[in-house]
């Protein structure tokens, strides 16, 4: 059985498990007040092209949810599009720091101007919640991407309505690799107010390097860290990591999101060959999201393991393929034969 | 400059490295429903000689307030002594979920079976929160660590006034292979509602096991998990690493905990047979709380990093030495010379 | 300017009112535990045919908060539909205390058994909220009320769904007194956990009764109360208001509601008679719905005060006329007159 | 039986009743924003001598979790005394909303500028809680008063850590009338950065008046005092009955003060002459601690109700006497008459 189910489903990528087991024995401060976190987080900056605090946090929802309380009063909503994450995938977990999740239709998987205005229309007193940010997610959970004007135009509405913005880059490394993408780190940091780097996702045992720009988020920000529960005693293990991943010209990141979204690119190349549909249409990313029969669904599932998002009125279903930084040839070769 | 300062310094022992990297690229299914983590808790099922549930949370902090909230109502409150984790060192996250903490005074860094009671009494209206559960670490924050008899005691009482008994294992293996010990897992299965066993300051790279006992605390404890941003979408590295732990007839777990006490057992002979005295006395685990003068303390620190837990009125200063399974002979012999 | 904006304009019945002064100066128990409390609560219970506990709380917000946080774990989600005051109206109350509000599309103002079924089967995975709790209100926001046949299926698909009942009746009162309604107060504690019977709405200075029916919720409640702080030191204040609407054979809080309803009835069917449209058509409560031009809009504004509900697509507007205990015929001939 | 168990056991003062009755029918604004409650707040902040928010509250565990919750982040704690009513009193309900209550052993029933100073210093670090506020109450648990002196160096500390100062103002009325009292509703706006006038403990149905005179703590208040469910629909009634008891040059709140003090003050002579001991040394507030055998105890209790605080070392109980506006002279003569 070979898995396109997500791109967490390896361990790790050995160089970090090798640079982990170089530096088994070595002693580090403890609470992410070490040296390889500090080099990581340097590196980091050095891609935005500007200052930031750099926190290393283990798992996306636990950012999710530190990031959102952290920056929230007790009355005030989160924005999203109804497919966003936080919205659907996280148990409530934003409302259990206290929060209303507001949602607004997405459009290709993605939160528009209109629909974050929509939202902040609709809550015009003070008996409803009071918009305060707006919370999206890069690649989408369509694993579709934002343009630069996209990007621009969601903070264009955020300044004018007084609205944080908030990128969960769970799949982020896979966003910036894809040939529809614009972005870079350095726009990124230009445009959120806060965002994060998802390692998980991308070849890190785990981890996210969220990157706080905005300066009126700073002070603090790791007593809330601990408060959450979210700042491990090894700190230094989120830290080599991300040192790893990001160190050189030619960081290991972004070779490693490259690689997925190759792969994934030769699958949907195939896909539309031999006329697949799509329930959302490729866009270079490692998440696909092919039509296929029950027929065809029945066959595939007996070598291959993957998501079924939706069964369709026509009687086909909507299926996920996610690729990753340790999807082989092989792996890739097997799907297409199958197809 | 060499580290007692404590025992998660070091990223984490070979083996556990060695088995994640040698599993690098093999696919598992996710959120802890992987082959590892079942073997993992097969293996720690066997030392319990009991059904329980297992499950692997990745840090110490995350698991006392998963497990708290999870099994108190919103007016009940926990009980604990004053020196305990949840108490002093966790940036309020207990009360972050919204339950008092309340205290009593610790003998030895212990909870007594009479500070329960005092606490109980003393919350008797229904304008005051409601005692629901006792938390106690074992070994403690002095290093101390619970007799079968002290144990068994507090679960009397706990019994009497409907109390649920939570033990925090942060450093369970040290306090388990202390000579002073005479509980075994199956003890404390047989003792606690629910405990865990930590991974983090014992060899592994992060996490915890925790062990629910209580059938009445099982139900639906993967949605609280998940709520708390506490489960990771690798669990299985997690499971990996539990598996190394405790694979095996006599488990690496254990092995580490043991190594880590006799390094400290060898520091705490050299220096009773100094004259030092000791803030707490030394209790056969890897934390040891000498009383040194303020020209020692200087020395020392010019060559090693520990804590200073408080200065004390006769102008001494009471330190922390903390050993763990990567502290080496040279290290020990180095601190001896040092004394 | 005569105001039909709302049911809570006047301060209260005269009847309560002059009860409170009789009282002035005798001494009662404090935190509900007073002979007033007791008699009210026991003349609610008469009126249920059954044993149940009664609470009595101030405000209508605070009662969803308390009631539902009561029922509630952490990951435990409450369903109602869009309308839903808890969803619209609460400042993110009920997110306030840990737990998300999942809204189905209403049918005229109300929550079907279907809609309920709908969000129950989305959410399938411990990766989502557990839903664990039904919302509505009697009459709904719409002004609409529930038939036996309707409560009657929700409560059957939850029992088939495991899920707790709650009727939020800040508008009970009206809904028991509309000529559609066929439920009985009786029929209320048959079937749901808990629900309750409004009075801020109902010419009480304020407060609420809730009702609790099923056993499991009924244990440690009071602590509930305080915690949230919902348990006023002069309990005895809504005590002795409940005790007046509820004394005698034809009590009070019928007859002004009764009352309220009659005054809408004789708006509405003047508004019929003019040619009026409906934005969600008359159902016997105090609440009435009609849609009308700007002119009109206009002209009304001059001499009333009422809610523009929404702005219609054809130009006119939905507005939102609402009765009271206290509206005297003349206010209700002036508007007559006016339309 | 008369009781001096406290001073919320009576209704509400006659002319409050009596305004509320003339007012019965008339129509209002809702949530706090009608004429009455502007007039009130005039009044009040015409006491204050400057510009200052007026928010009317219905309780006093409302207002305090509402008030320490609006100010704090998530991990940020509140500081008082060991005695203070949010530590002992409230259900958990500060922690409810997440924030640790921190304490130092009382002097008096007061935290001293020492007290404040000790547990900031013992939070020193990211895994502590963060001091962020000063909670105190006037009069305190124990009856006792703050000086403008003691309240003017508490509030320098405050200024020098970067703590806020929020007194409660339960008892503010008898507070401020007592004889050892130098403190004005002046000084309170000057010293504190927000607090309250207690309504409910001074002849109000209910009903706290929470001043914020902090610029900082002001926007968006109403939305937090909706979230938390203290907004209730008929504000008009909080308003009227602080309309009533701040009217005119000589406010009936300071008469009705005044007159349980003075009804005090007389039984604290009797007791001083008949050679009673006291728990606490009485104040000129409303509430006593004298110490009584067990045999007067018994003799007491037959004809009178009150608390028993505390049972002494020596046999002796310490009881408390509170007296309200509504004590008559014949309840204080019987009382004298029994000792």
């Known amino acids: ?9 390896e361990v790790a990528h050995p160089r970090i498990l090798e640079k982990l087991l170089e530096c088994a024995h070595t002693q580090n401060n403890g609470y992410g007040l070490d040296v390889h ?27 999710n949810l530190l990031a959102i309380s952290a920056c929230l009063r007790p009355f005030e909503c989160v924005l999203t599009c109804d497919t966003g994450h936080i919205n659907v995938h996280e148990t409530g977990a934003i409302e259990g720091t206290g929060h209303k999740v507001v949602t ?15 939202m902040f229309d609709a809550h015009e007193s003070e008996h409803m919640v009071k918009p305060r940010m707006v919370y ?30 908030f990128l969960d880059g769970a799949r982020l490394g896979s966003a910036l690799c894809s040939a529809q993408n614009d972005l870079t780190l350095a726009d990124l940091a230009e445009l959120c107010d806060l965002f994060y780097i ?57 070779e490693l999101a490259d ?19 799509f329930y959302a249409a490729p866009s270079g990313t490692n998440q696909l999201f092919p039509t296929v029969t029950a027929e065809k669904l029945a066959q595939l599932q007996r070598d291959f393991a993957f998501n079924i998002e939706k069964s369709l009125d026509d009687g086909r279903f909507a299926i996920r393929f996610v690729t990753s930084w340790a999807t082989t040839d092989e792996m890739v070769d097997a799907l297409i034969a199958a197809l």
């Open 136 to 165: 999206l997610s890069d690649s989408t959970e369509l694993g579709t991407v934002y343009t630069k004007a996209e990007l621009t135009a969601i903070r264009k509405v955020c300044d004018e309505l007084g609205l944080l913005l």
């Open 1 to 9: 059985m070979i898995s396109f189910r997500n791109d967490y489903s």
């Open 198 to 254: 998802g390692g998980t996702k991308n070849g890190a045992l785990f981890g996210e390097a969220l990157v706080i720009v905005s300066d009126a988020l700073k002070p603090d920000f790791r007593y809330m860290i601990k408060n959450r529960g979210a700042m491990p005693a090894k700190g230094f293990v989120t830290g080599i990591q991300f040192e790893v991943l990001f160190e050189g010209d030619s960081p290991l990141y972004f």
């Open 37 to 63: 976190s500090a080099v990581a987080a340097d590196s980091i900056r050095r891609l935005l092209g500007r200052d930031a605090d750099v926190h290393f946090i283990p798992g996306g929802t636990q950012t």
């Open 259 to 277: 690689r997925a979204n190759r792969q994934a690119n030769k699958i949907a190349a195939a896909l539309t060959a031999r006329g697949y549909g």
């Open 104 to 118: 607004a239709p997405h459009v290709d998987g993605k939160i528009t101007p209109d629909g974050v205005r929509a």
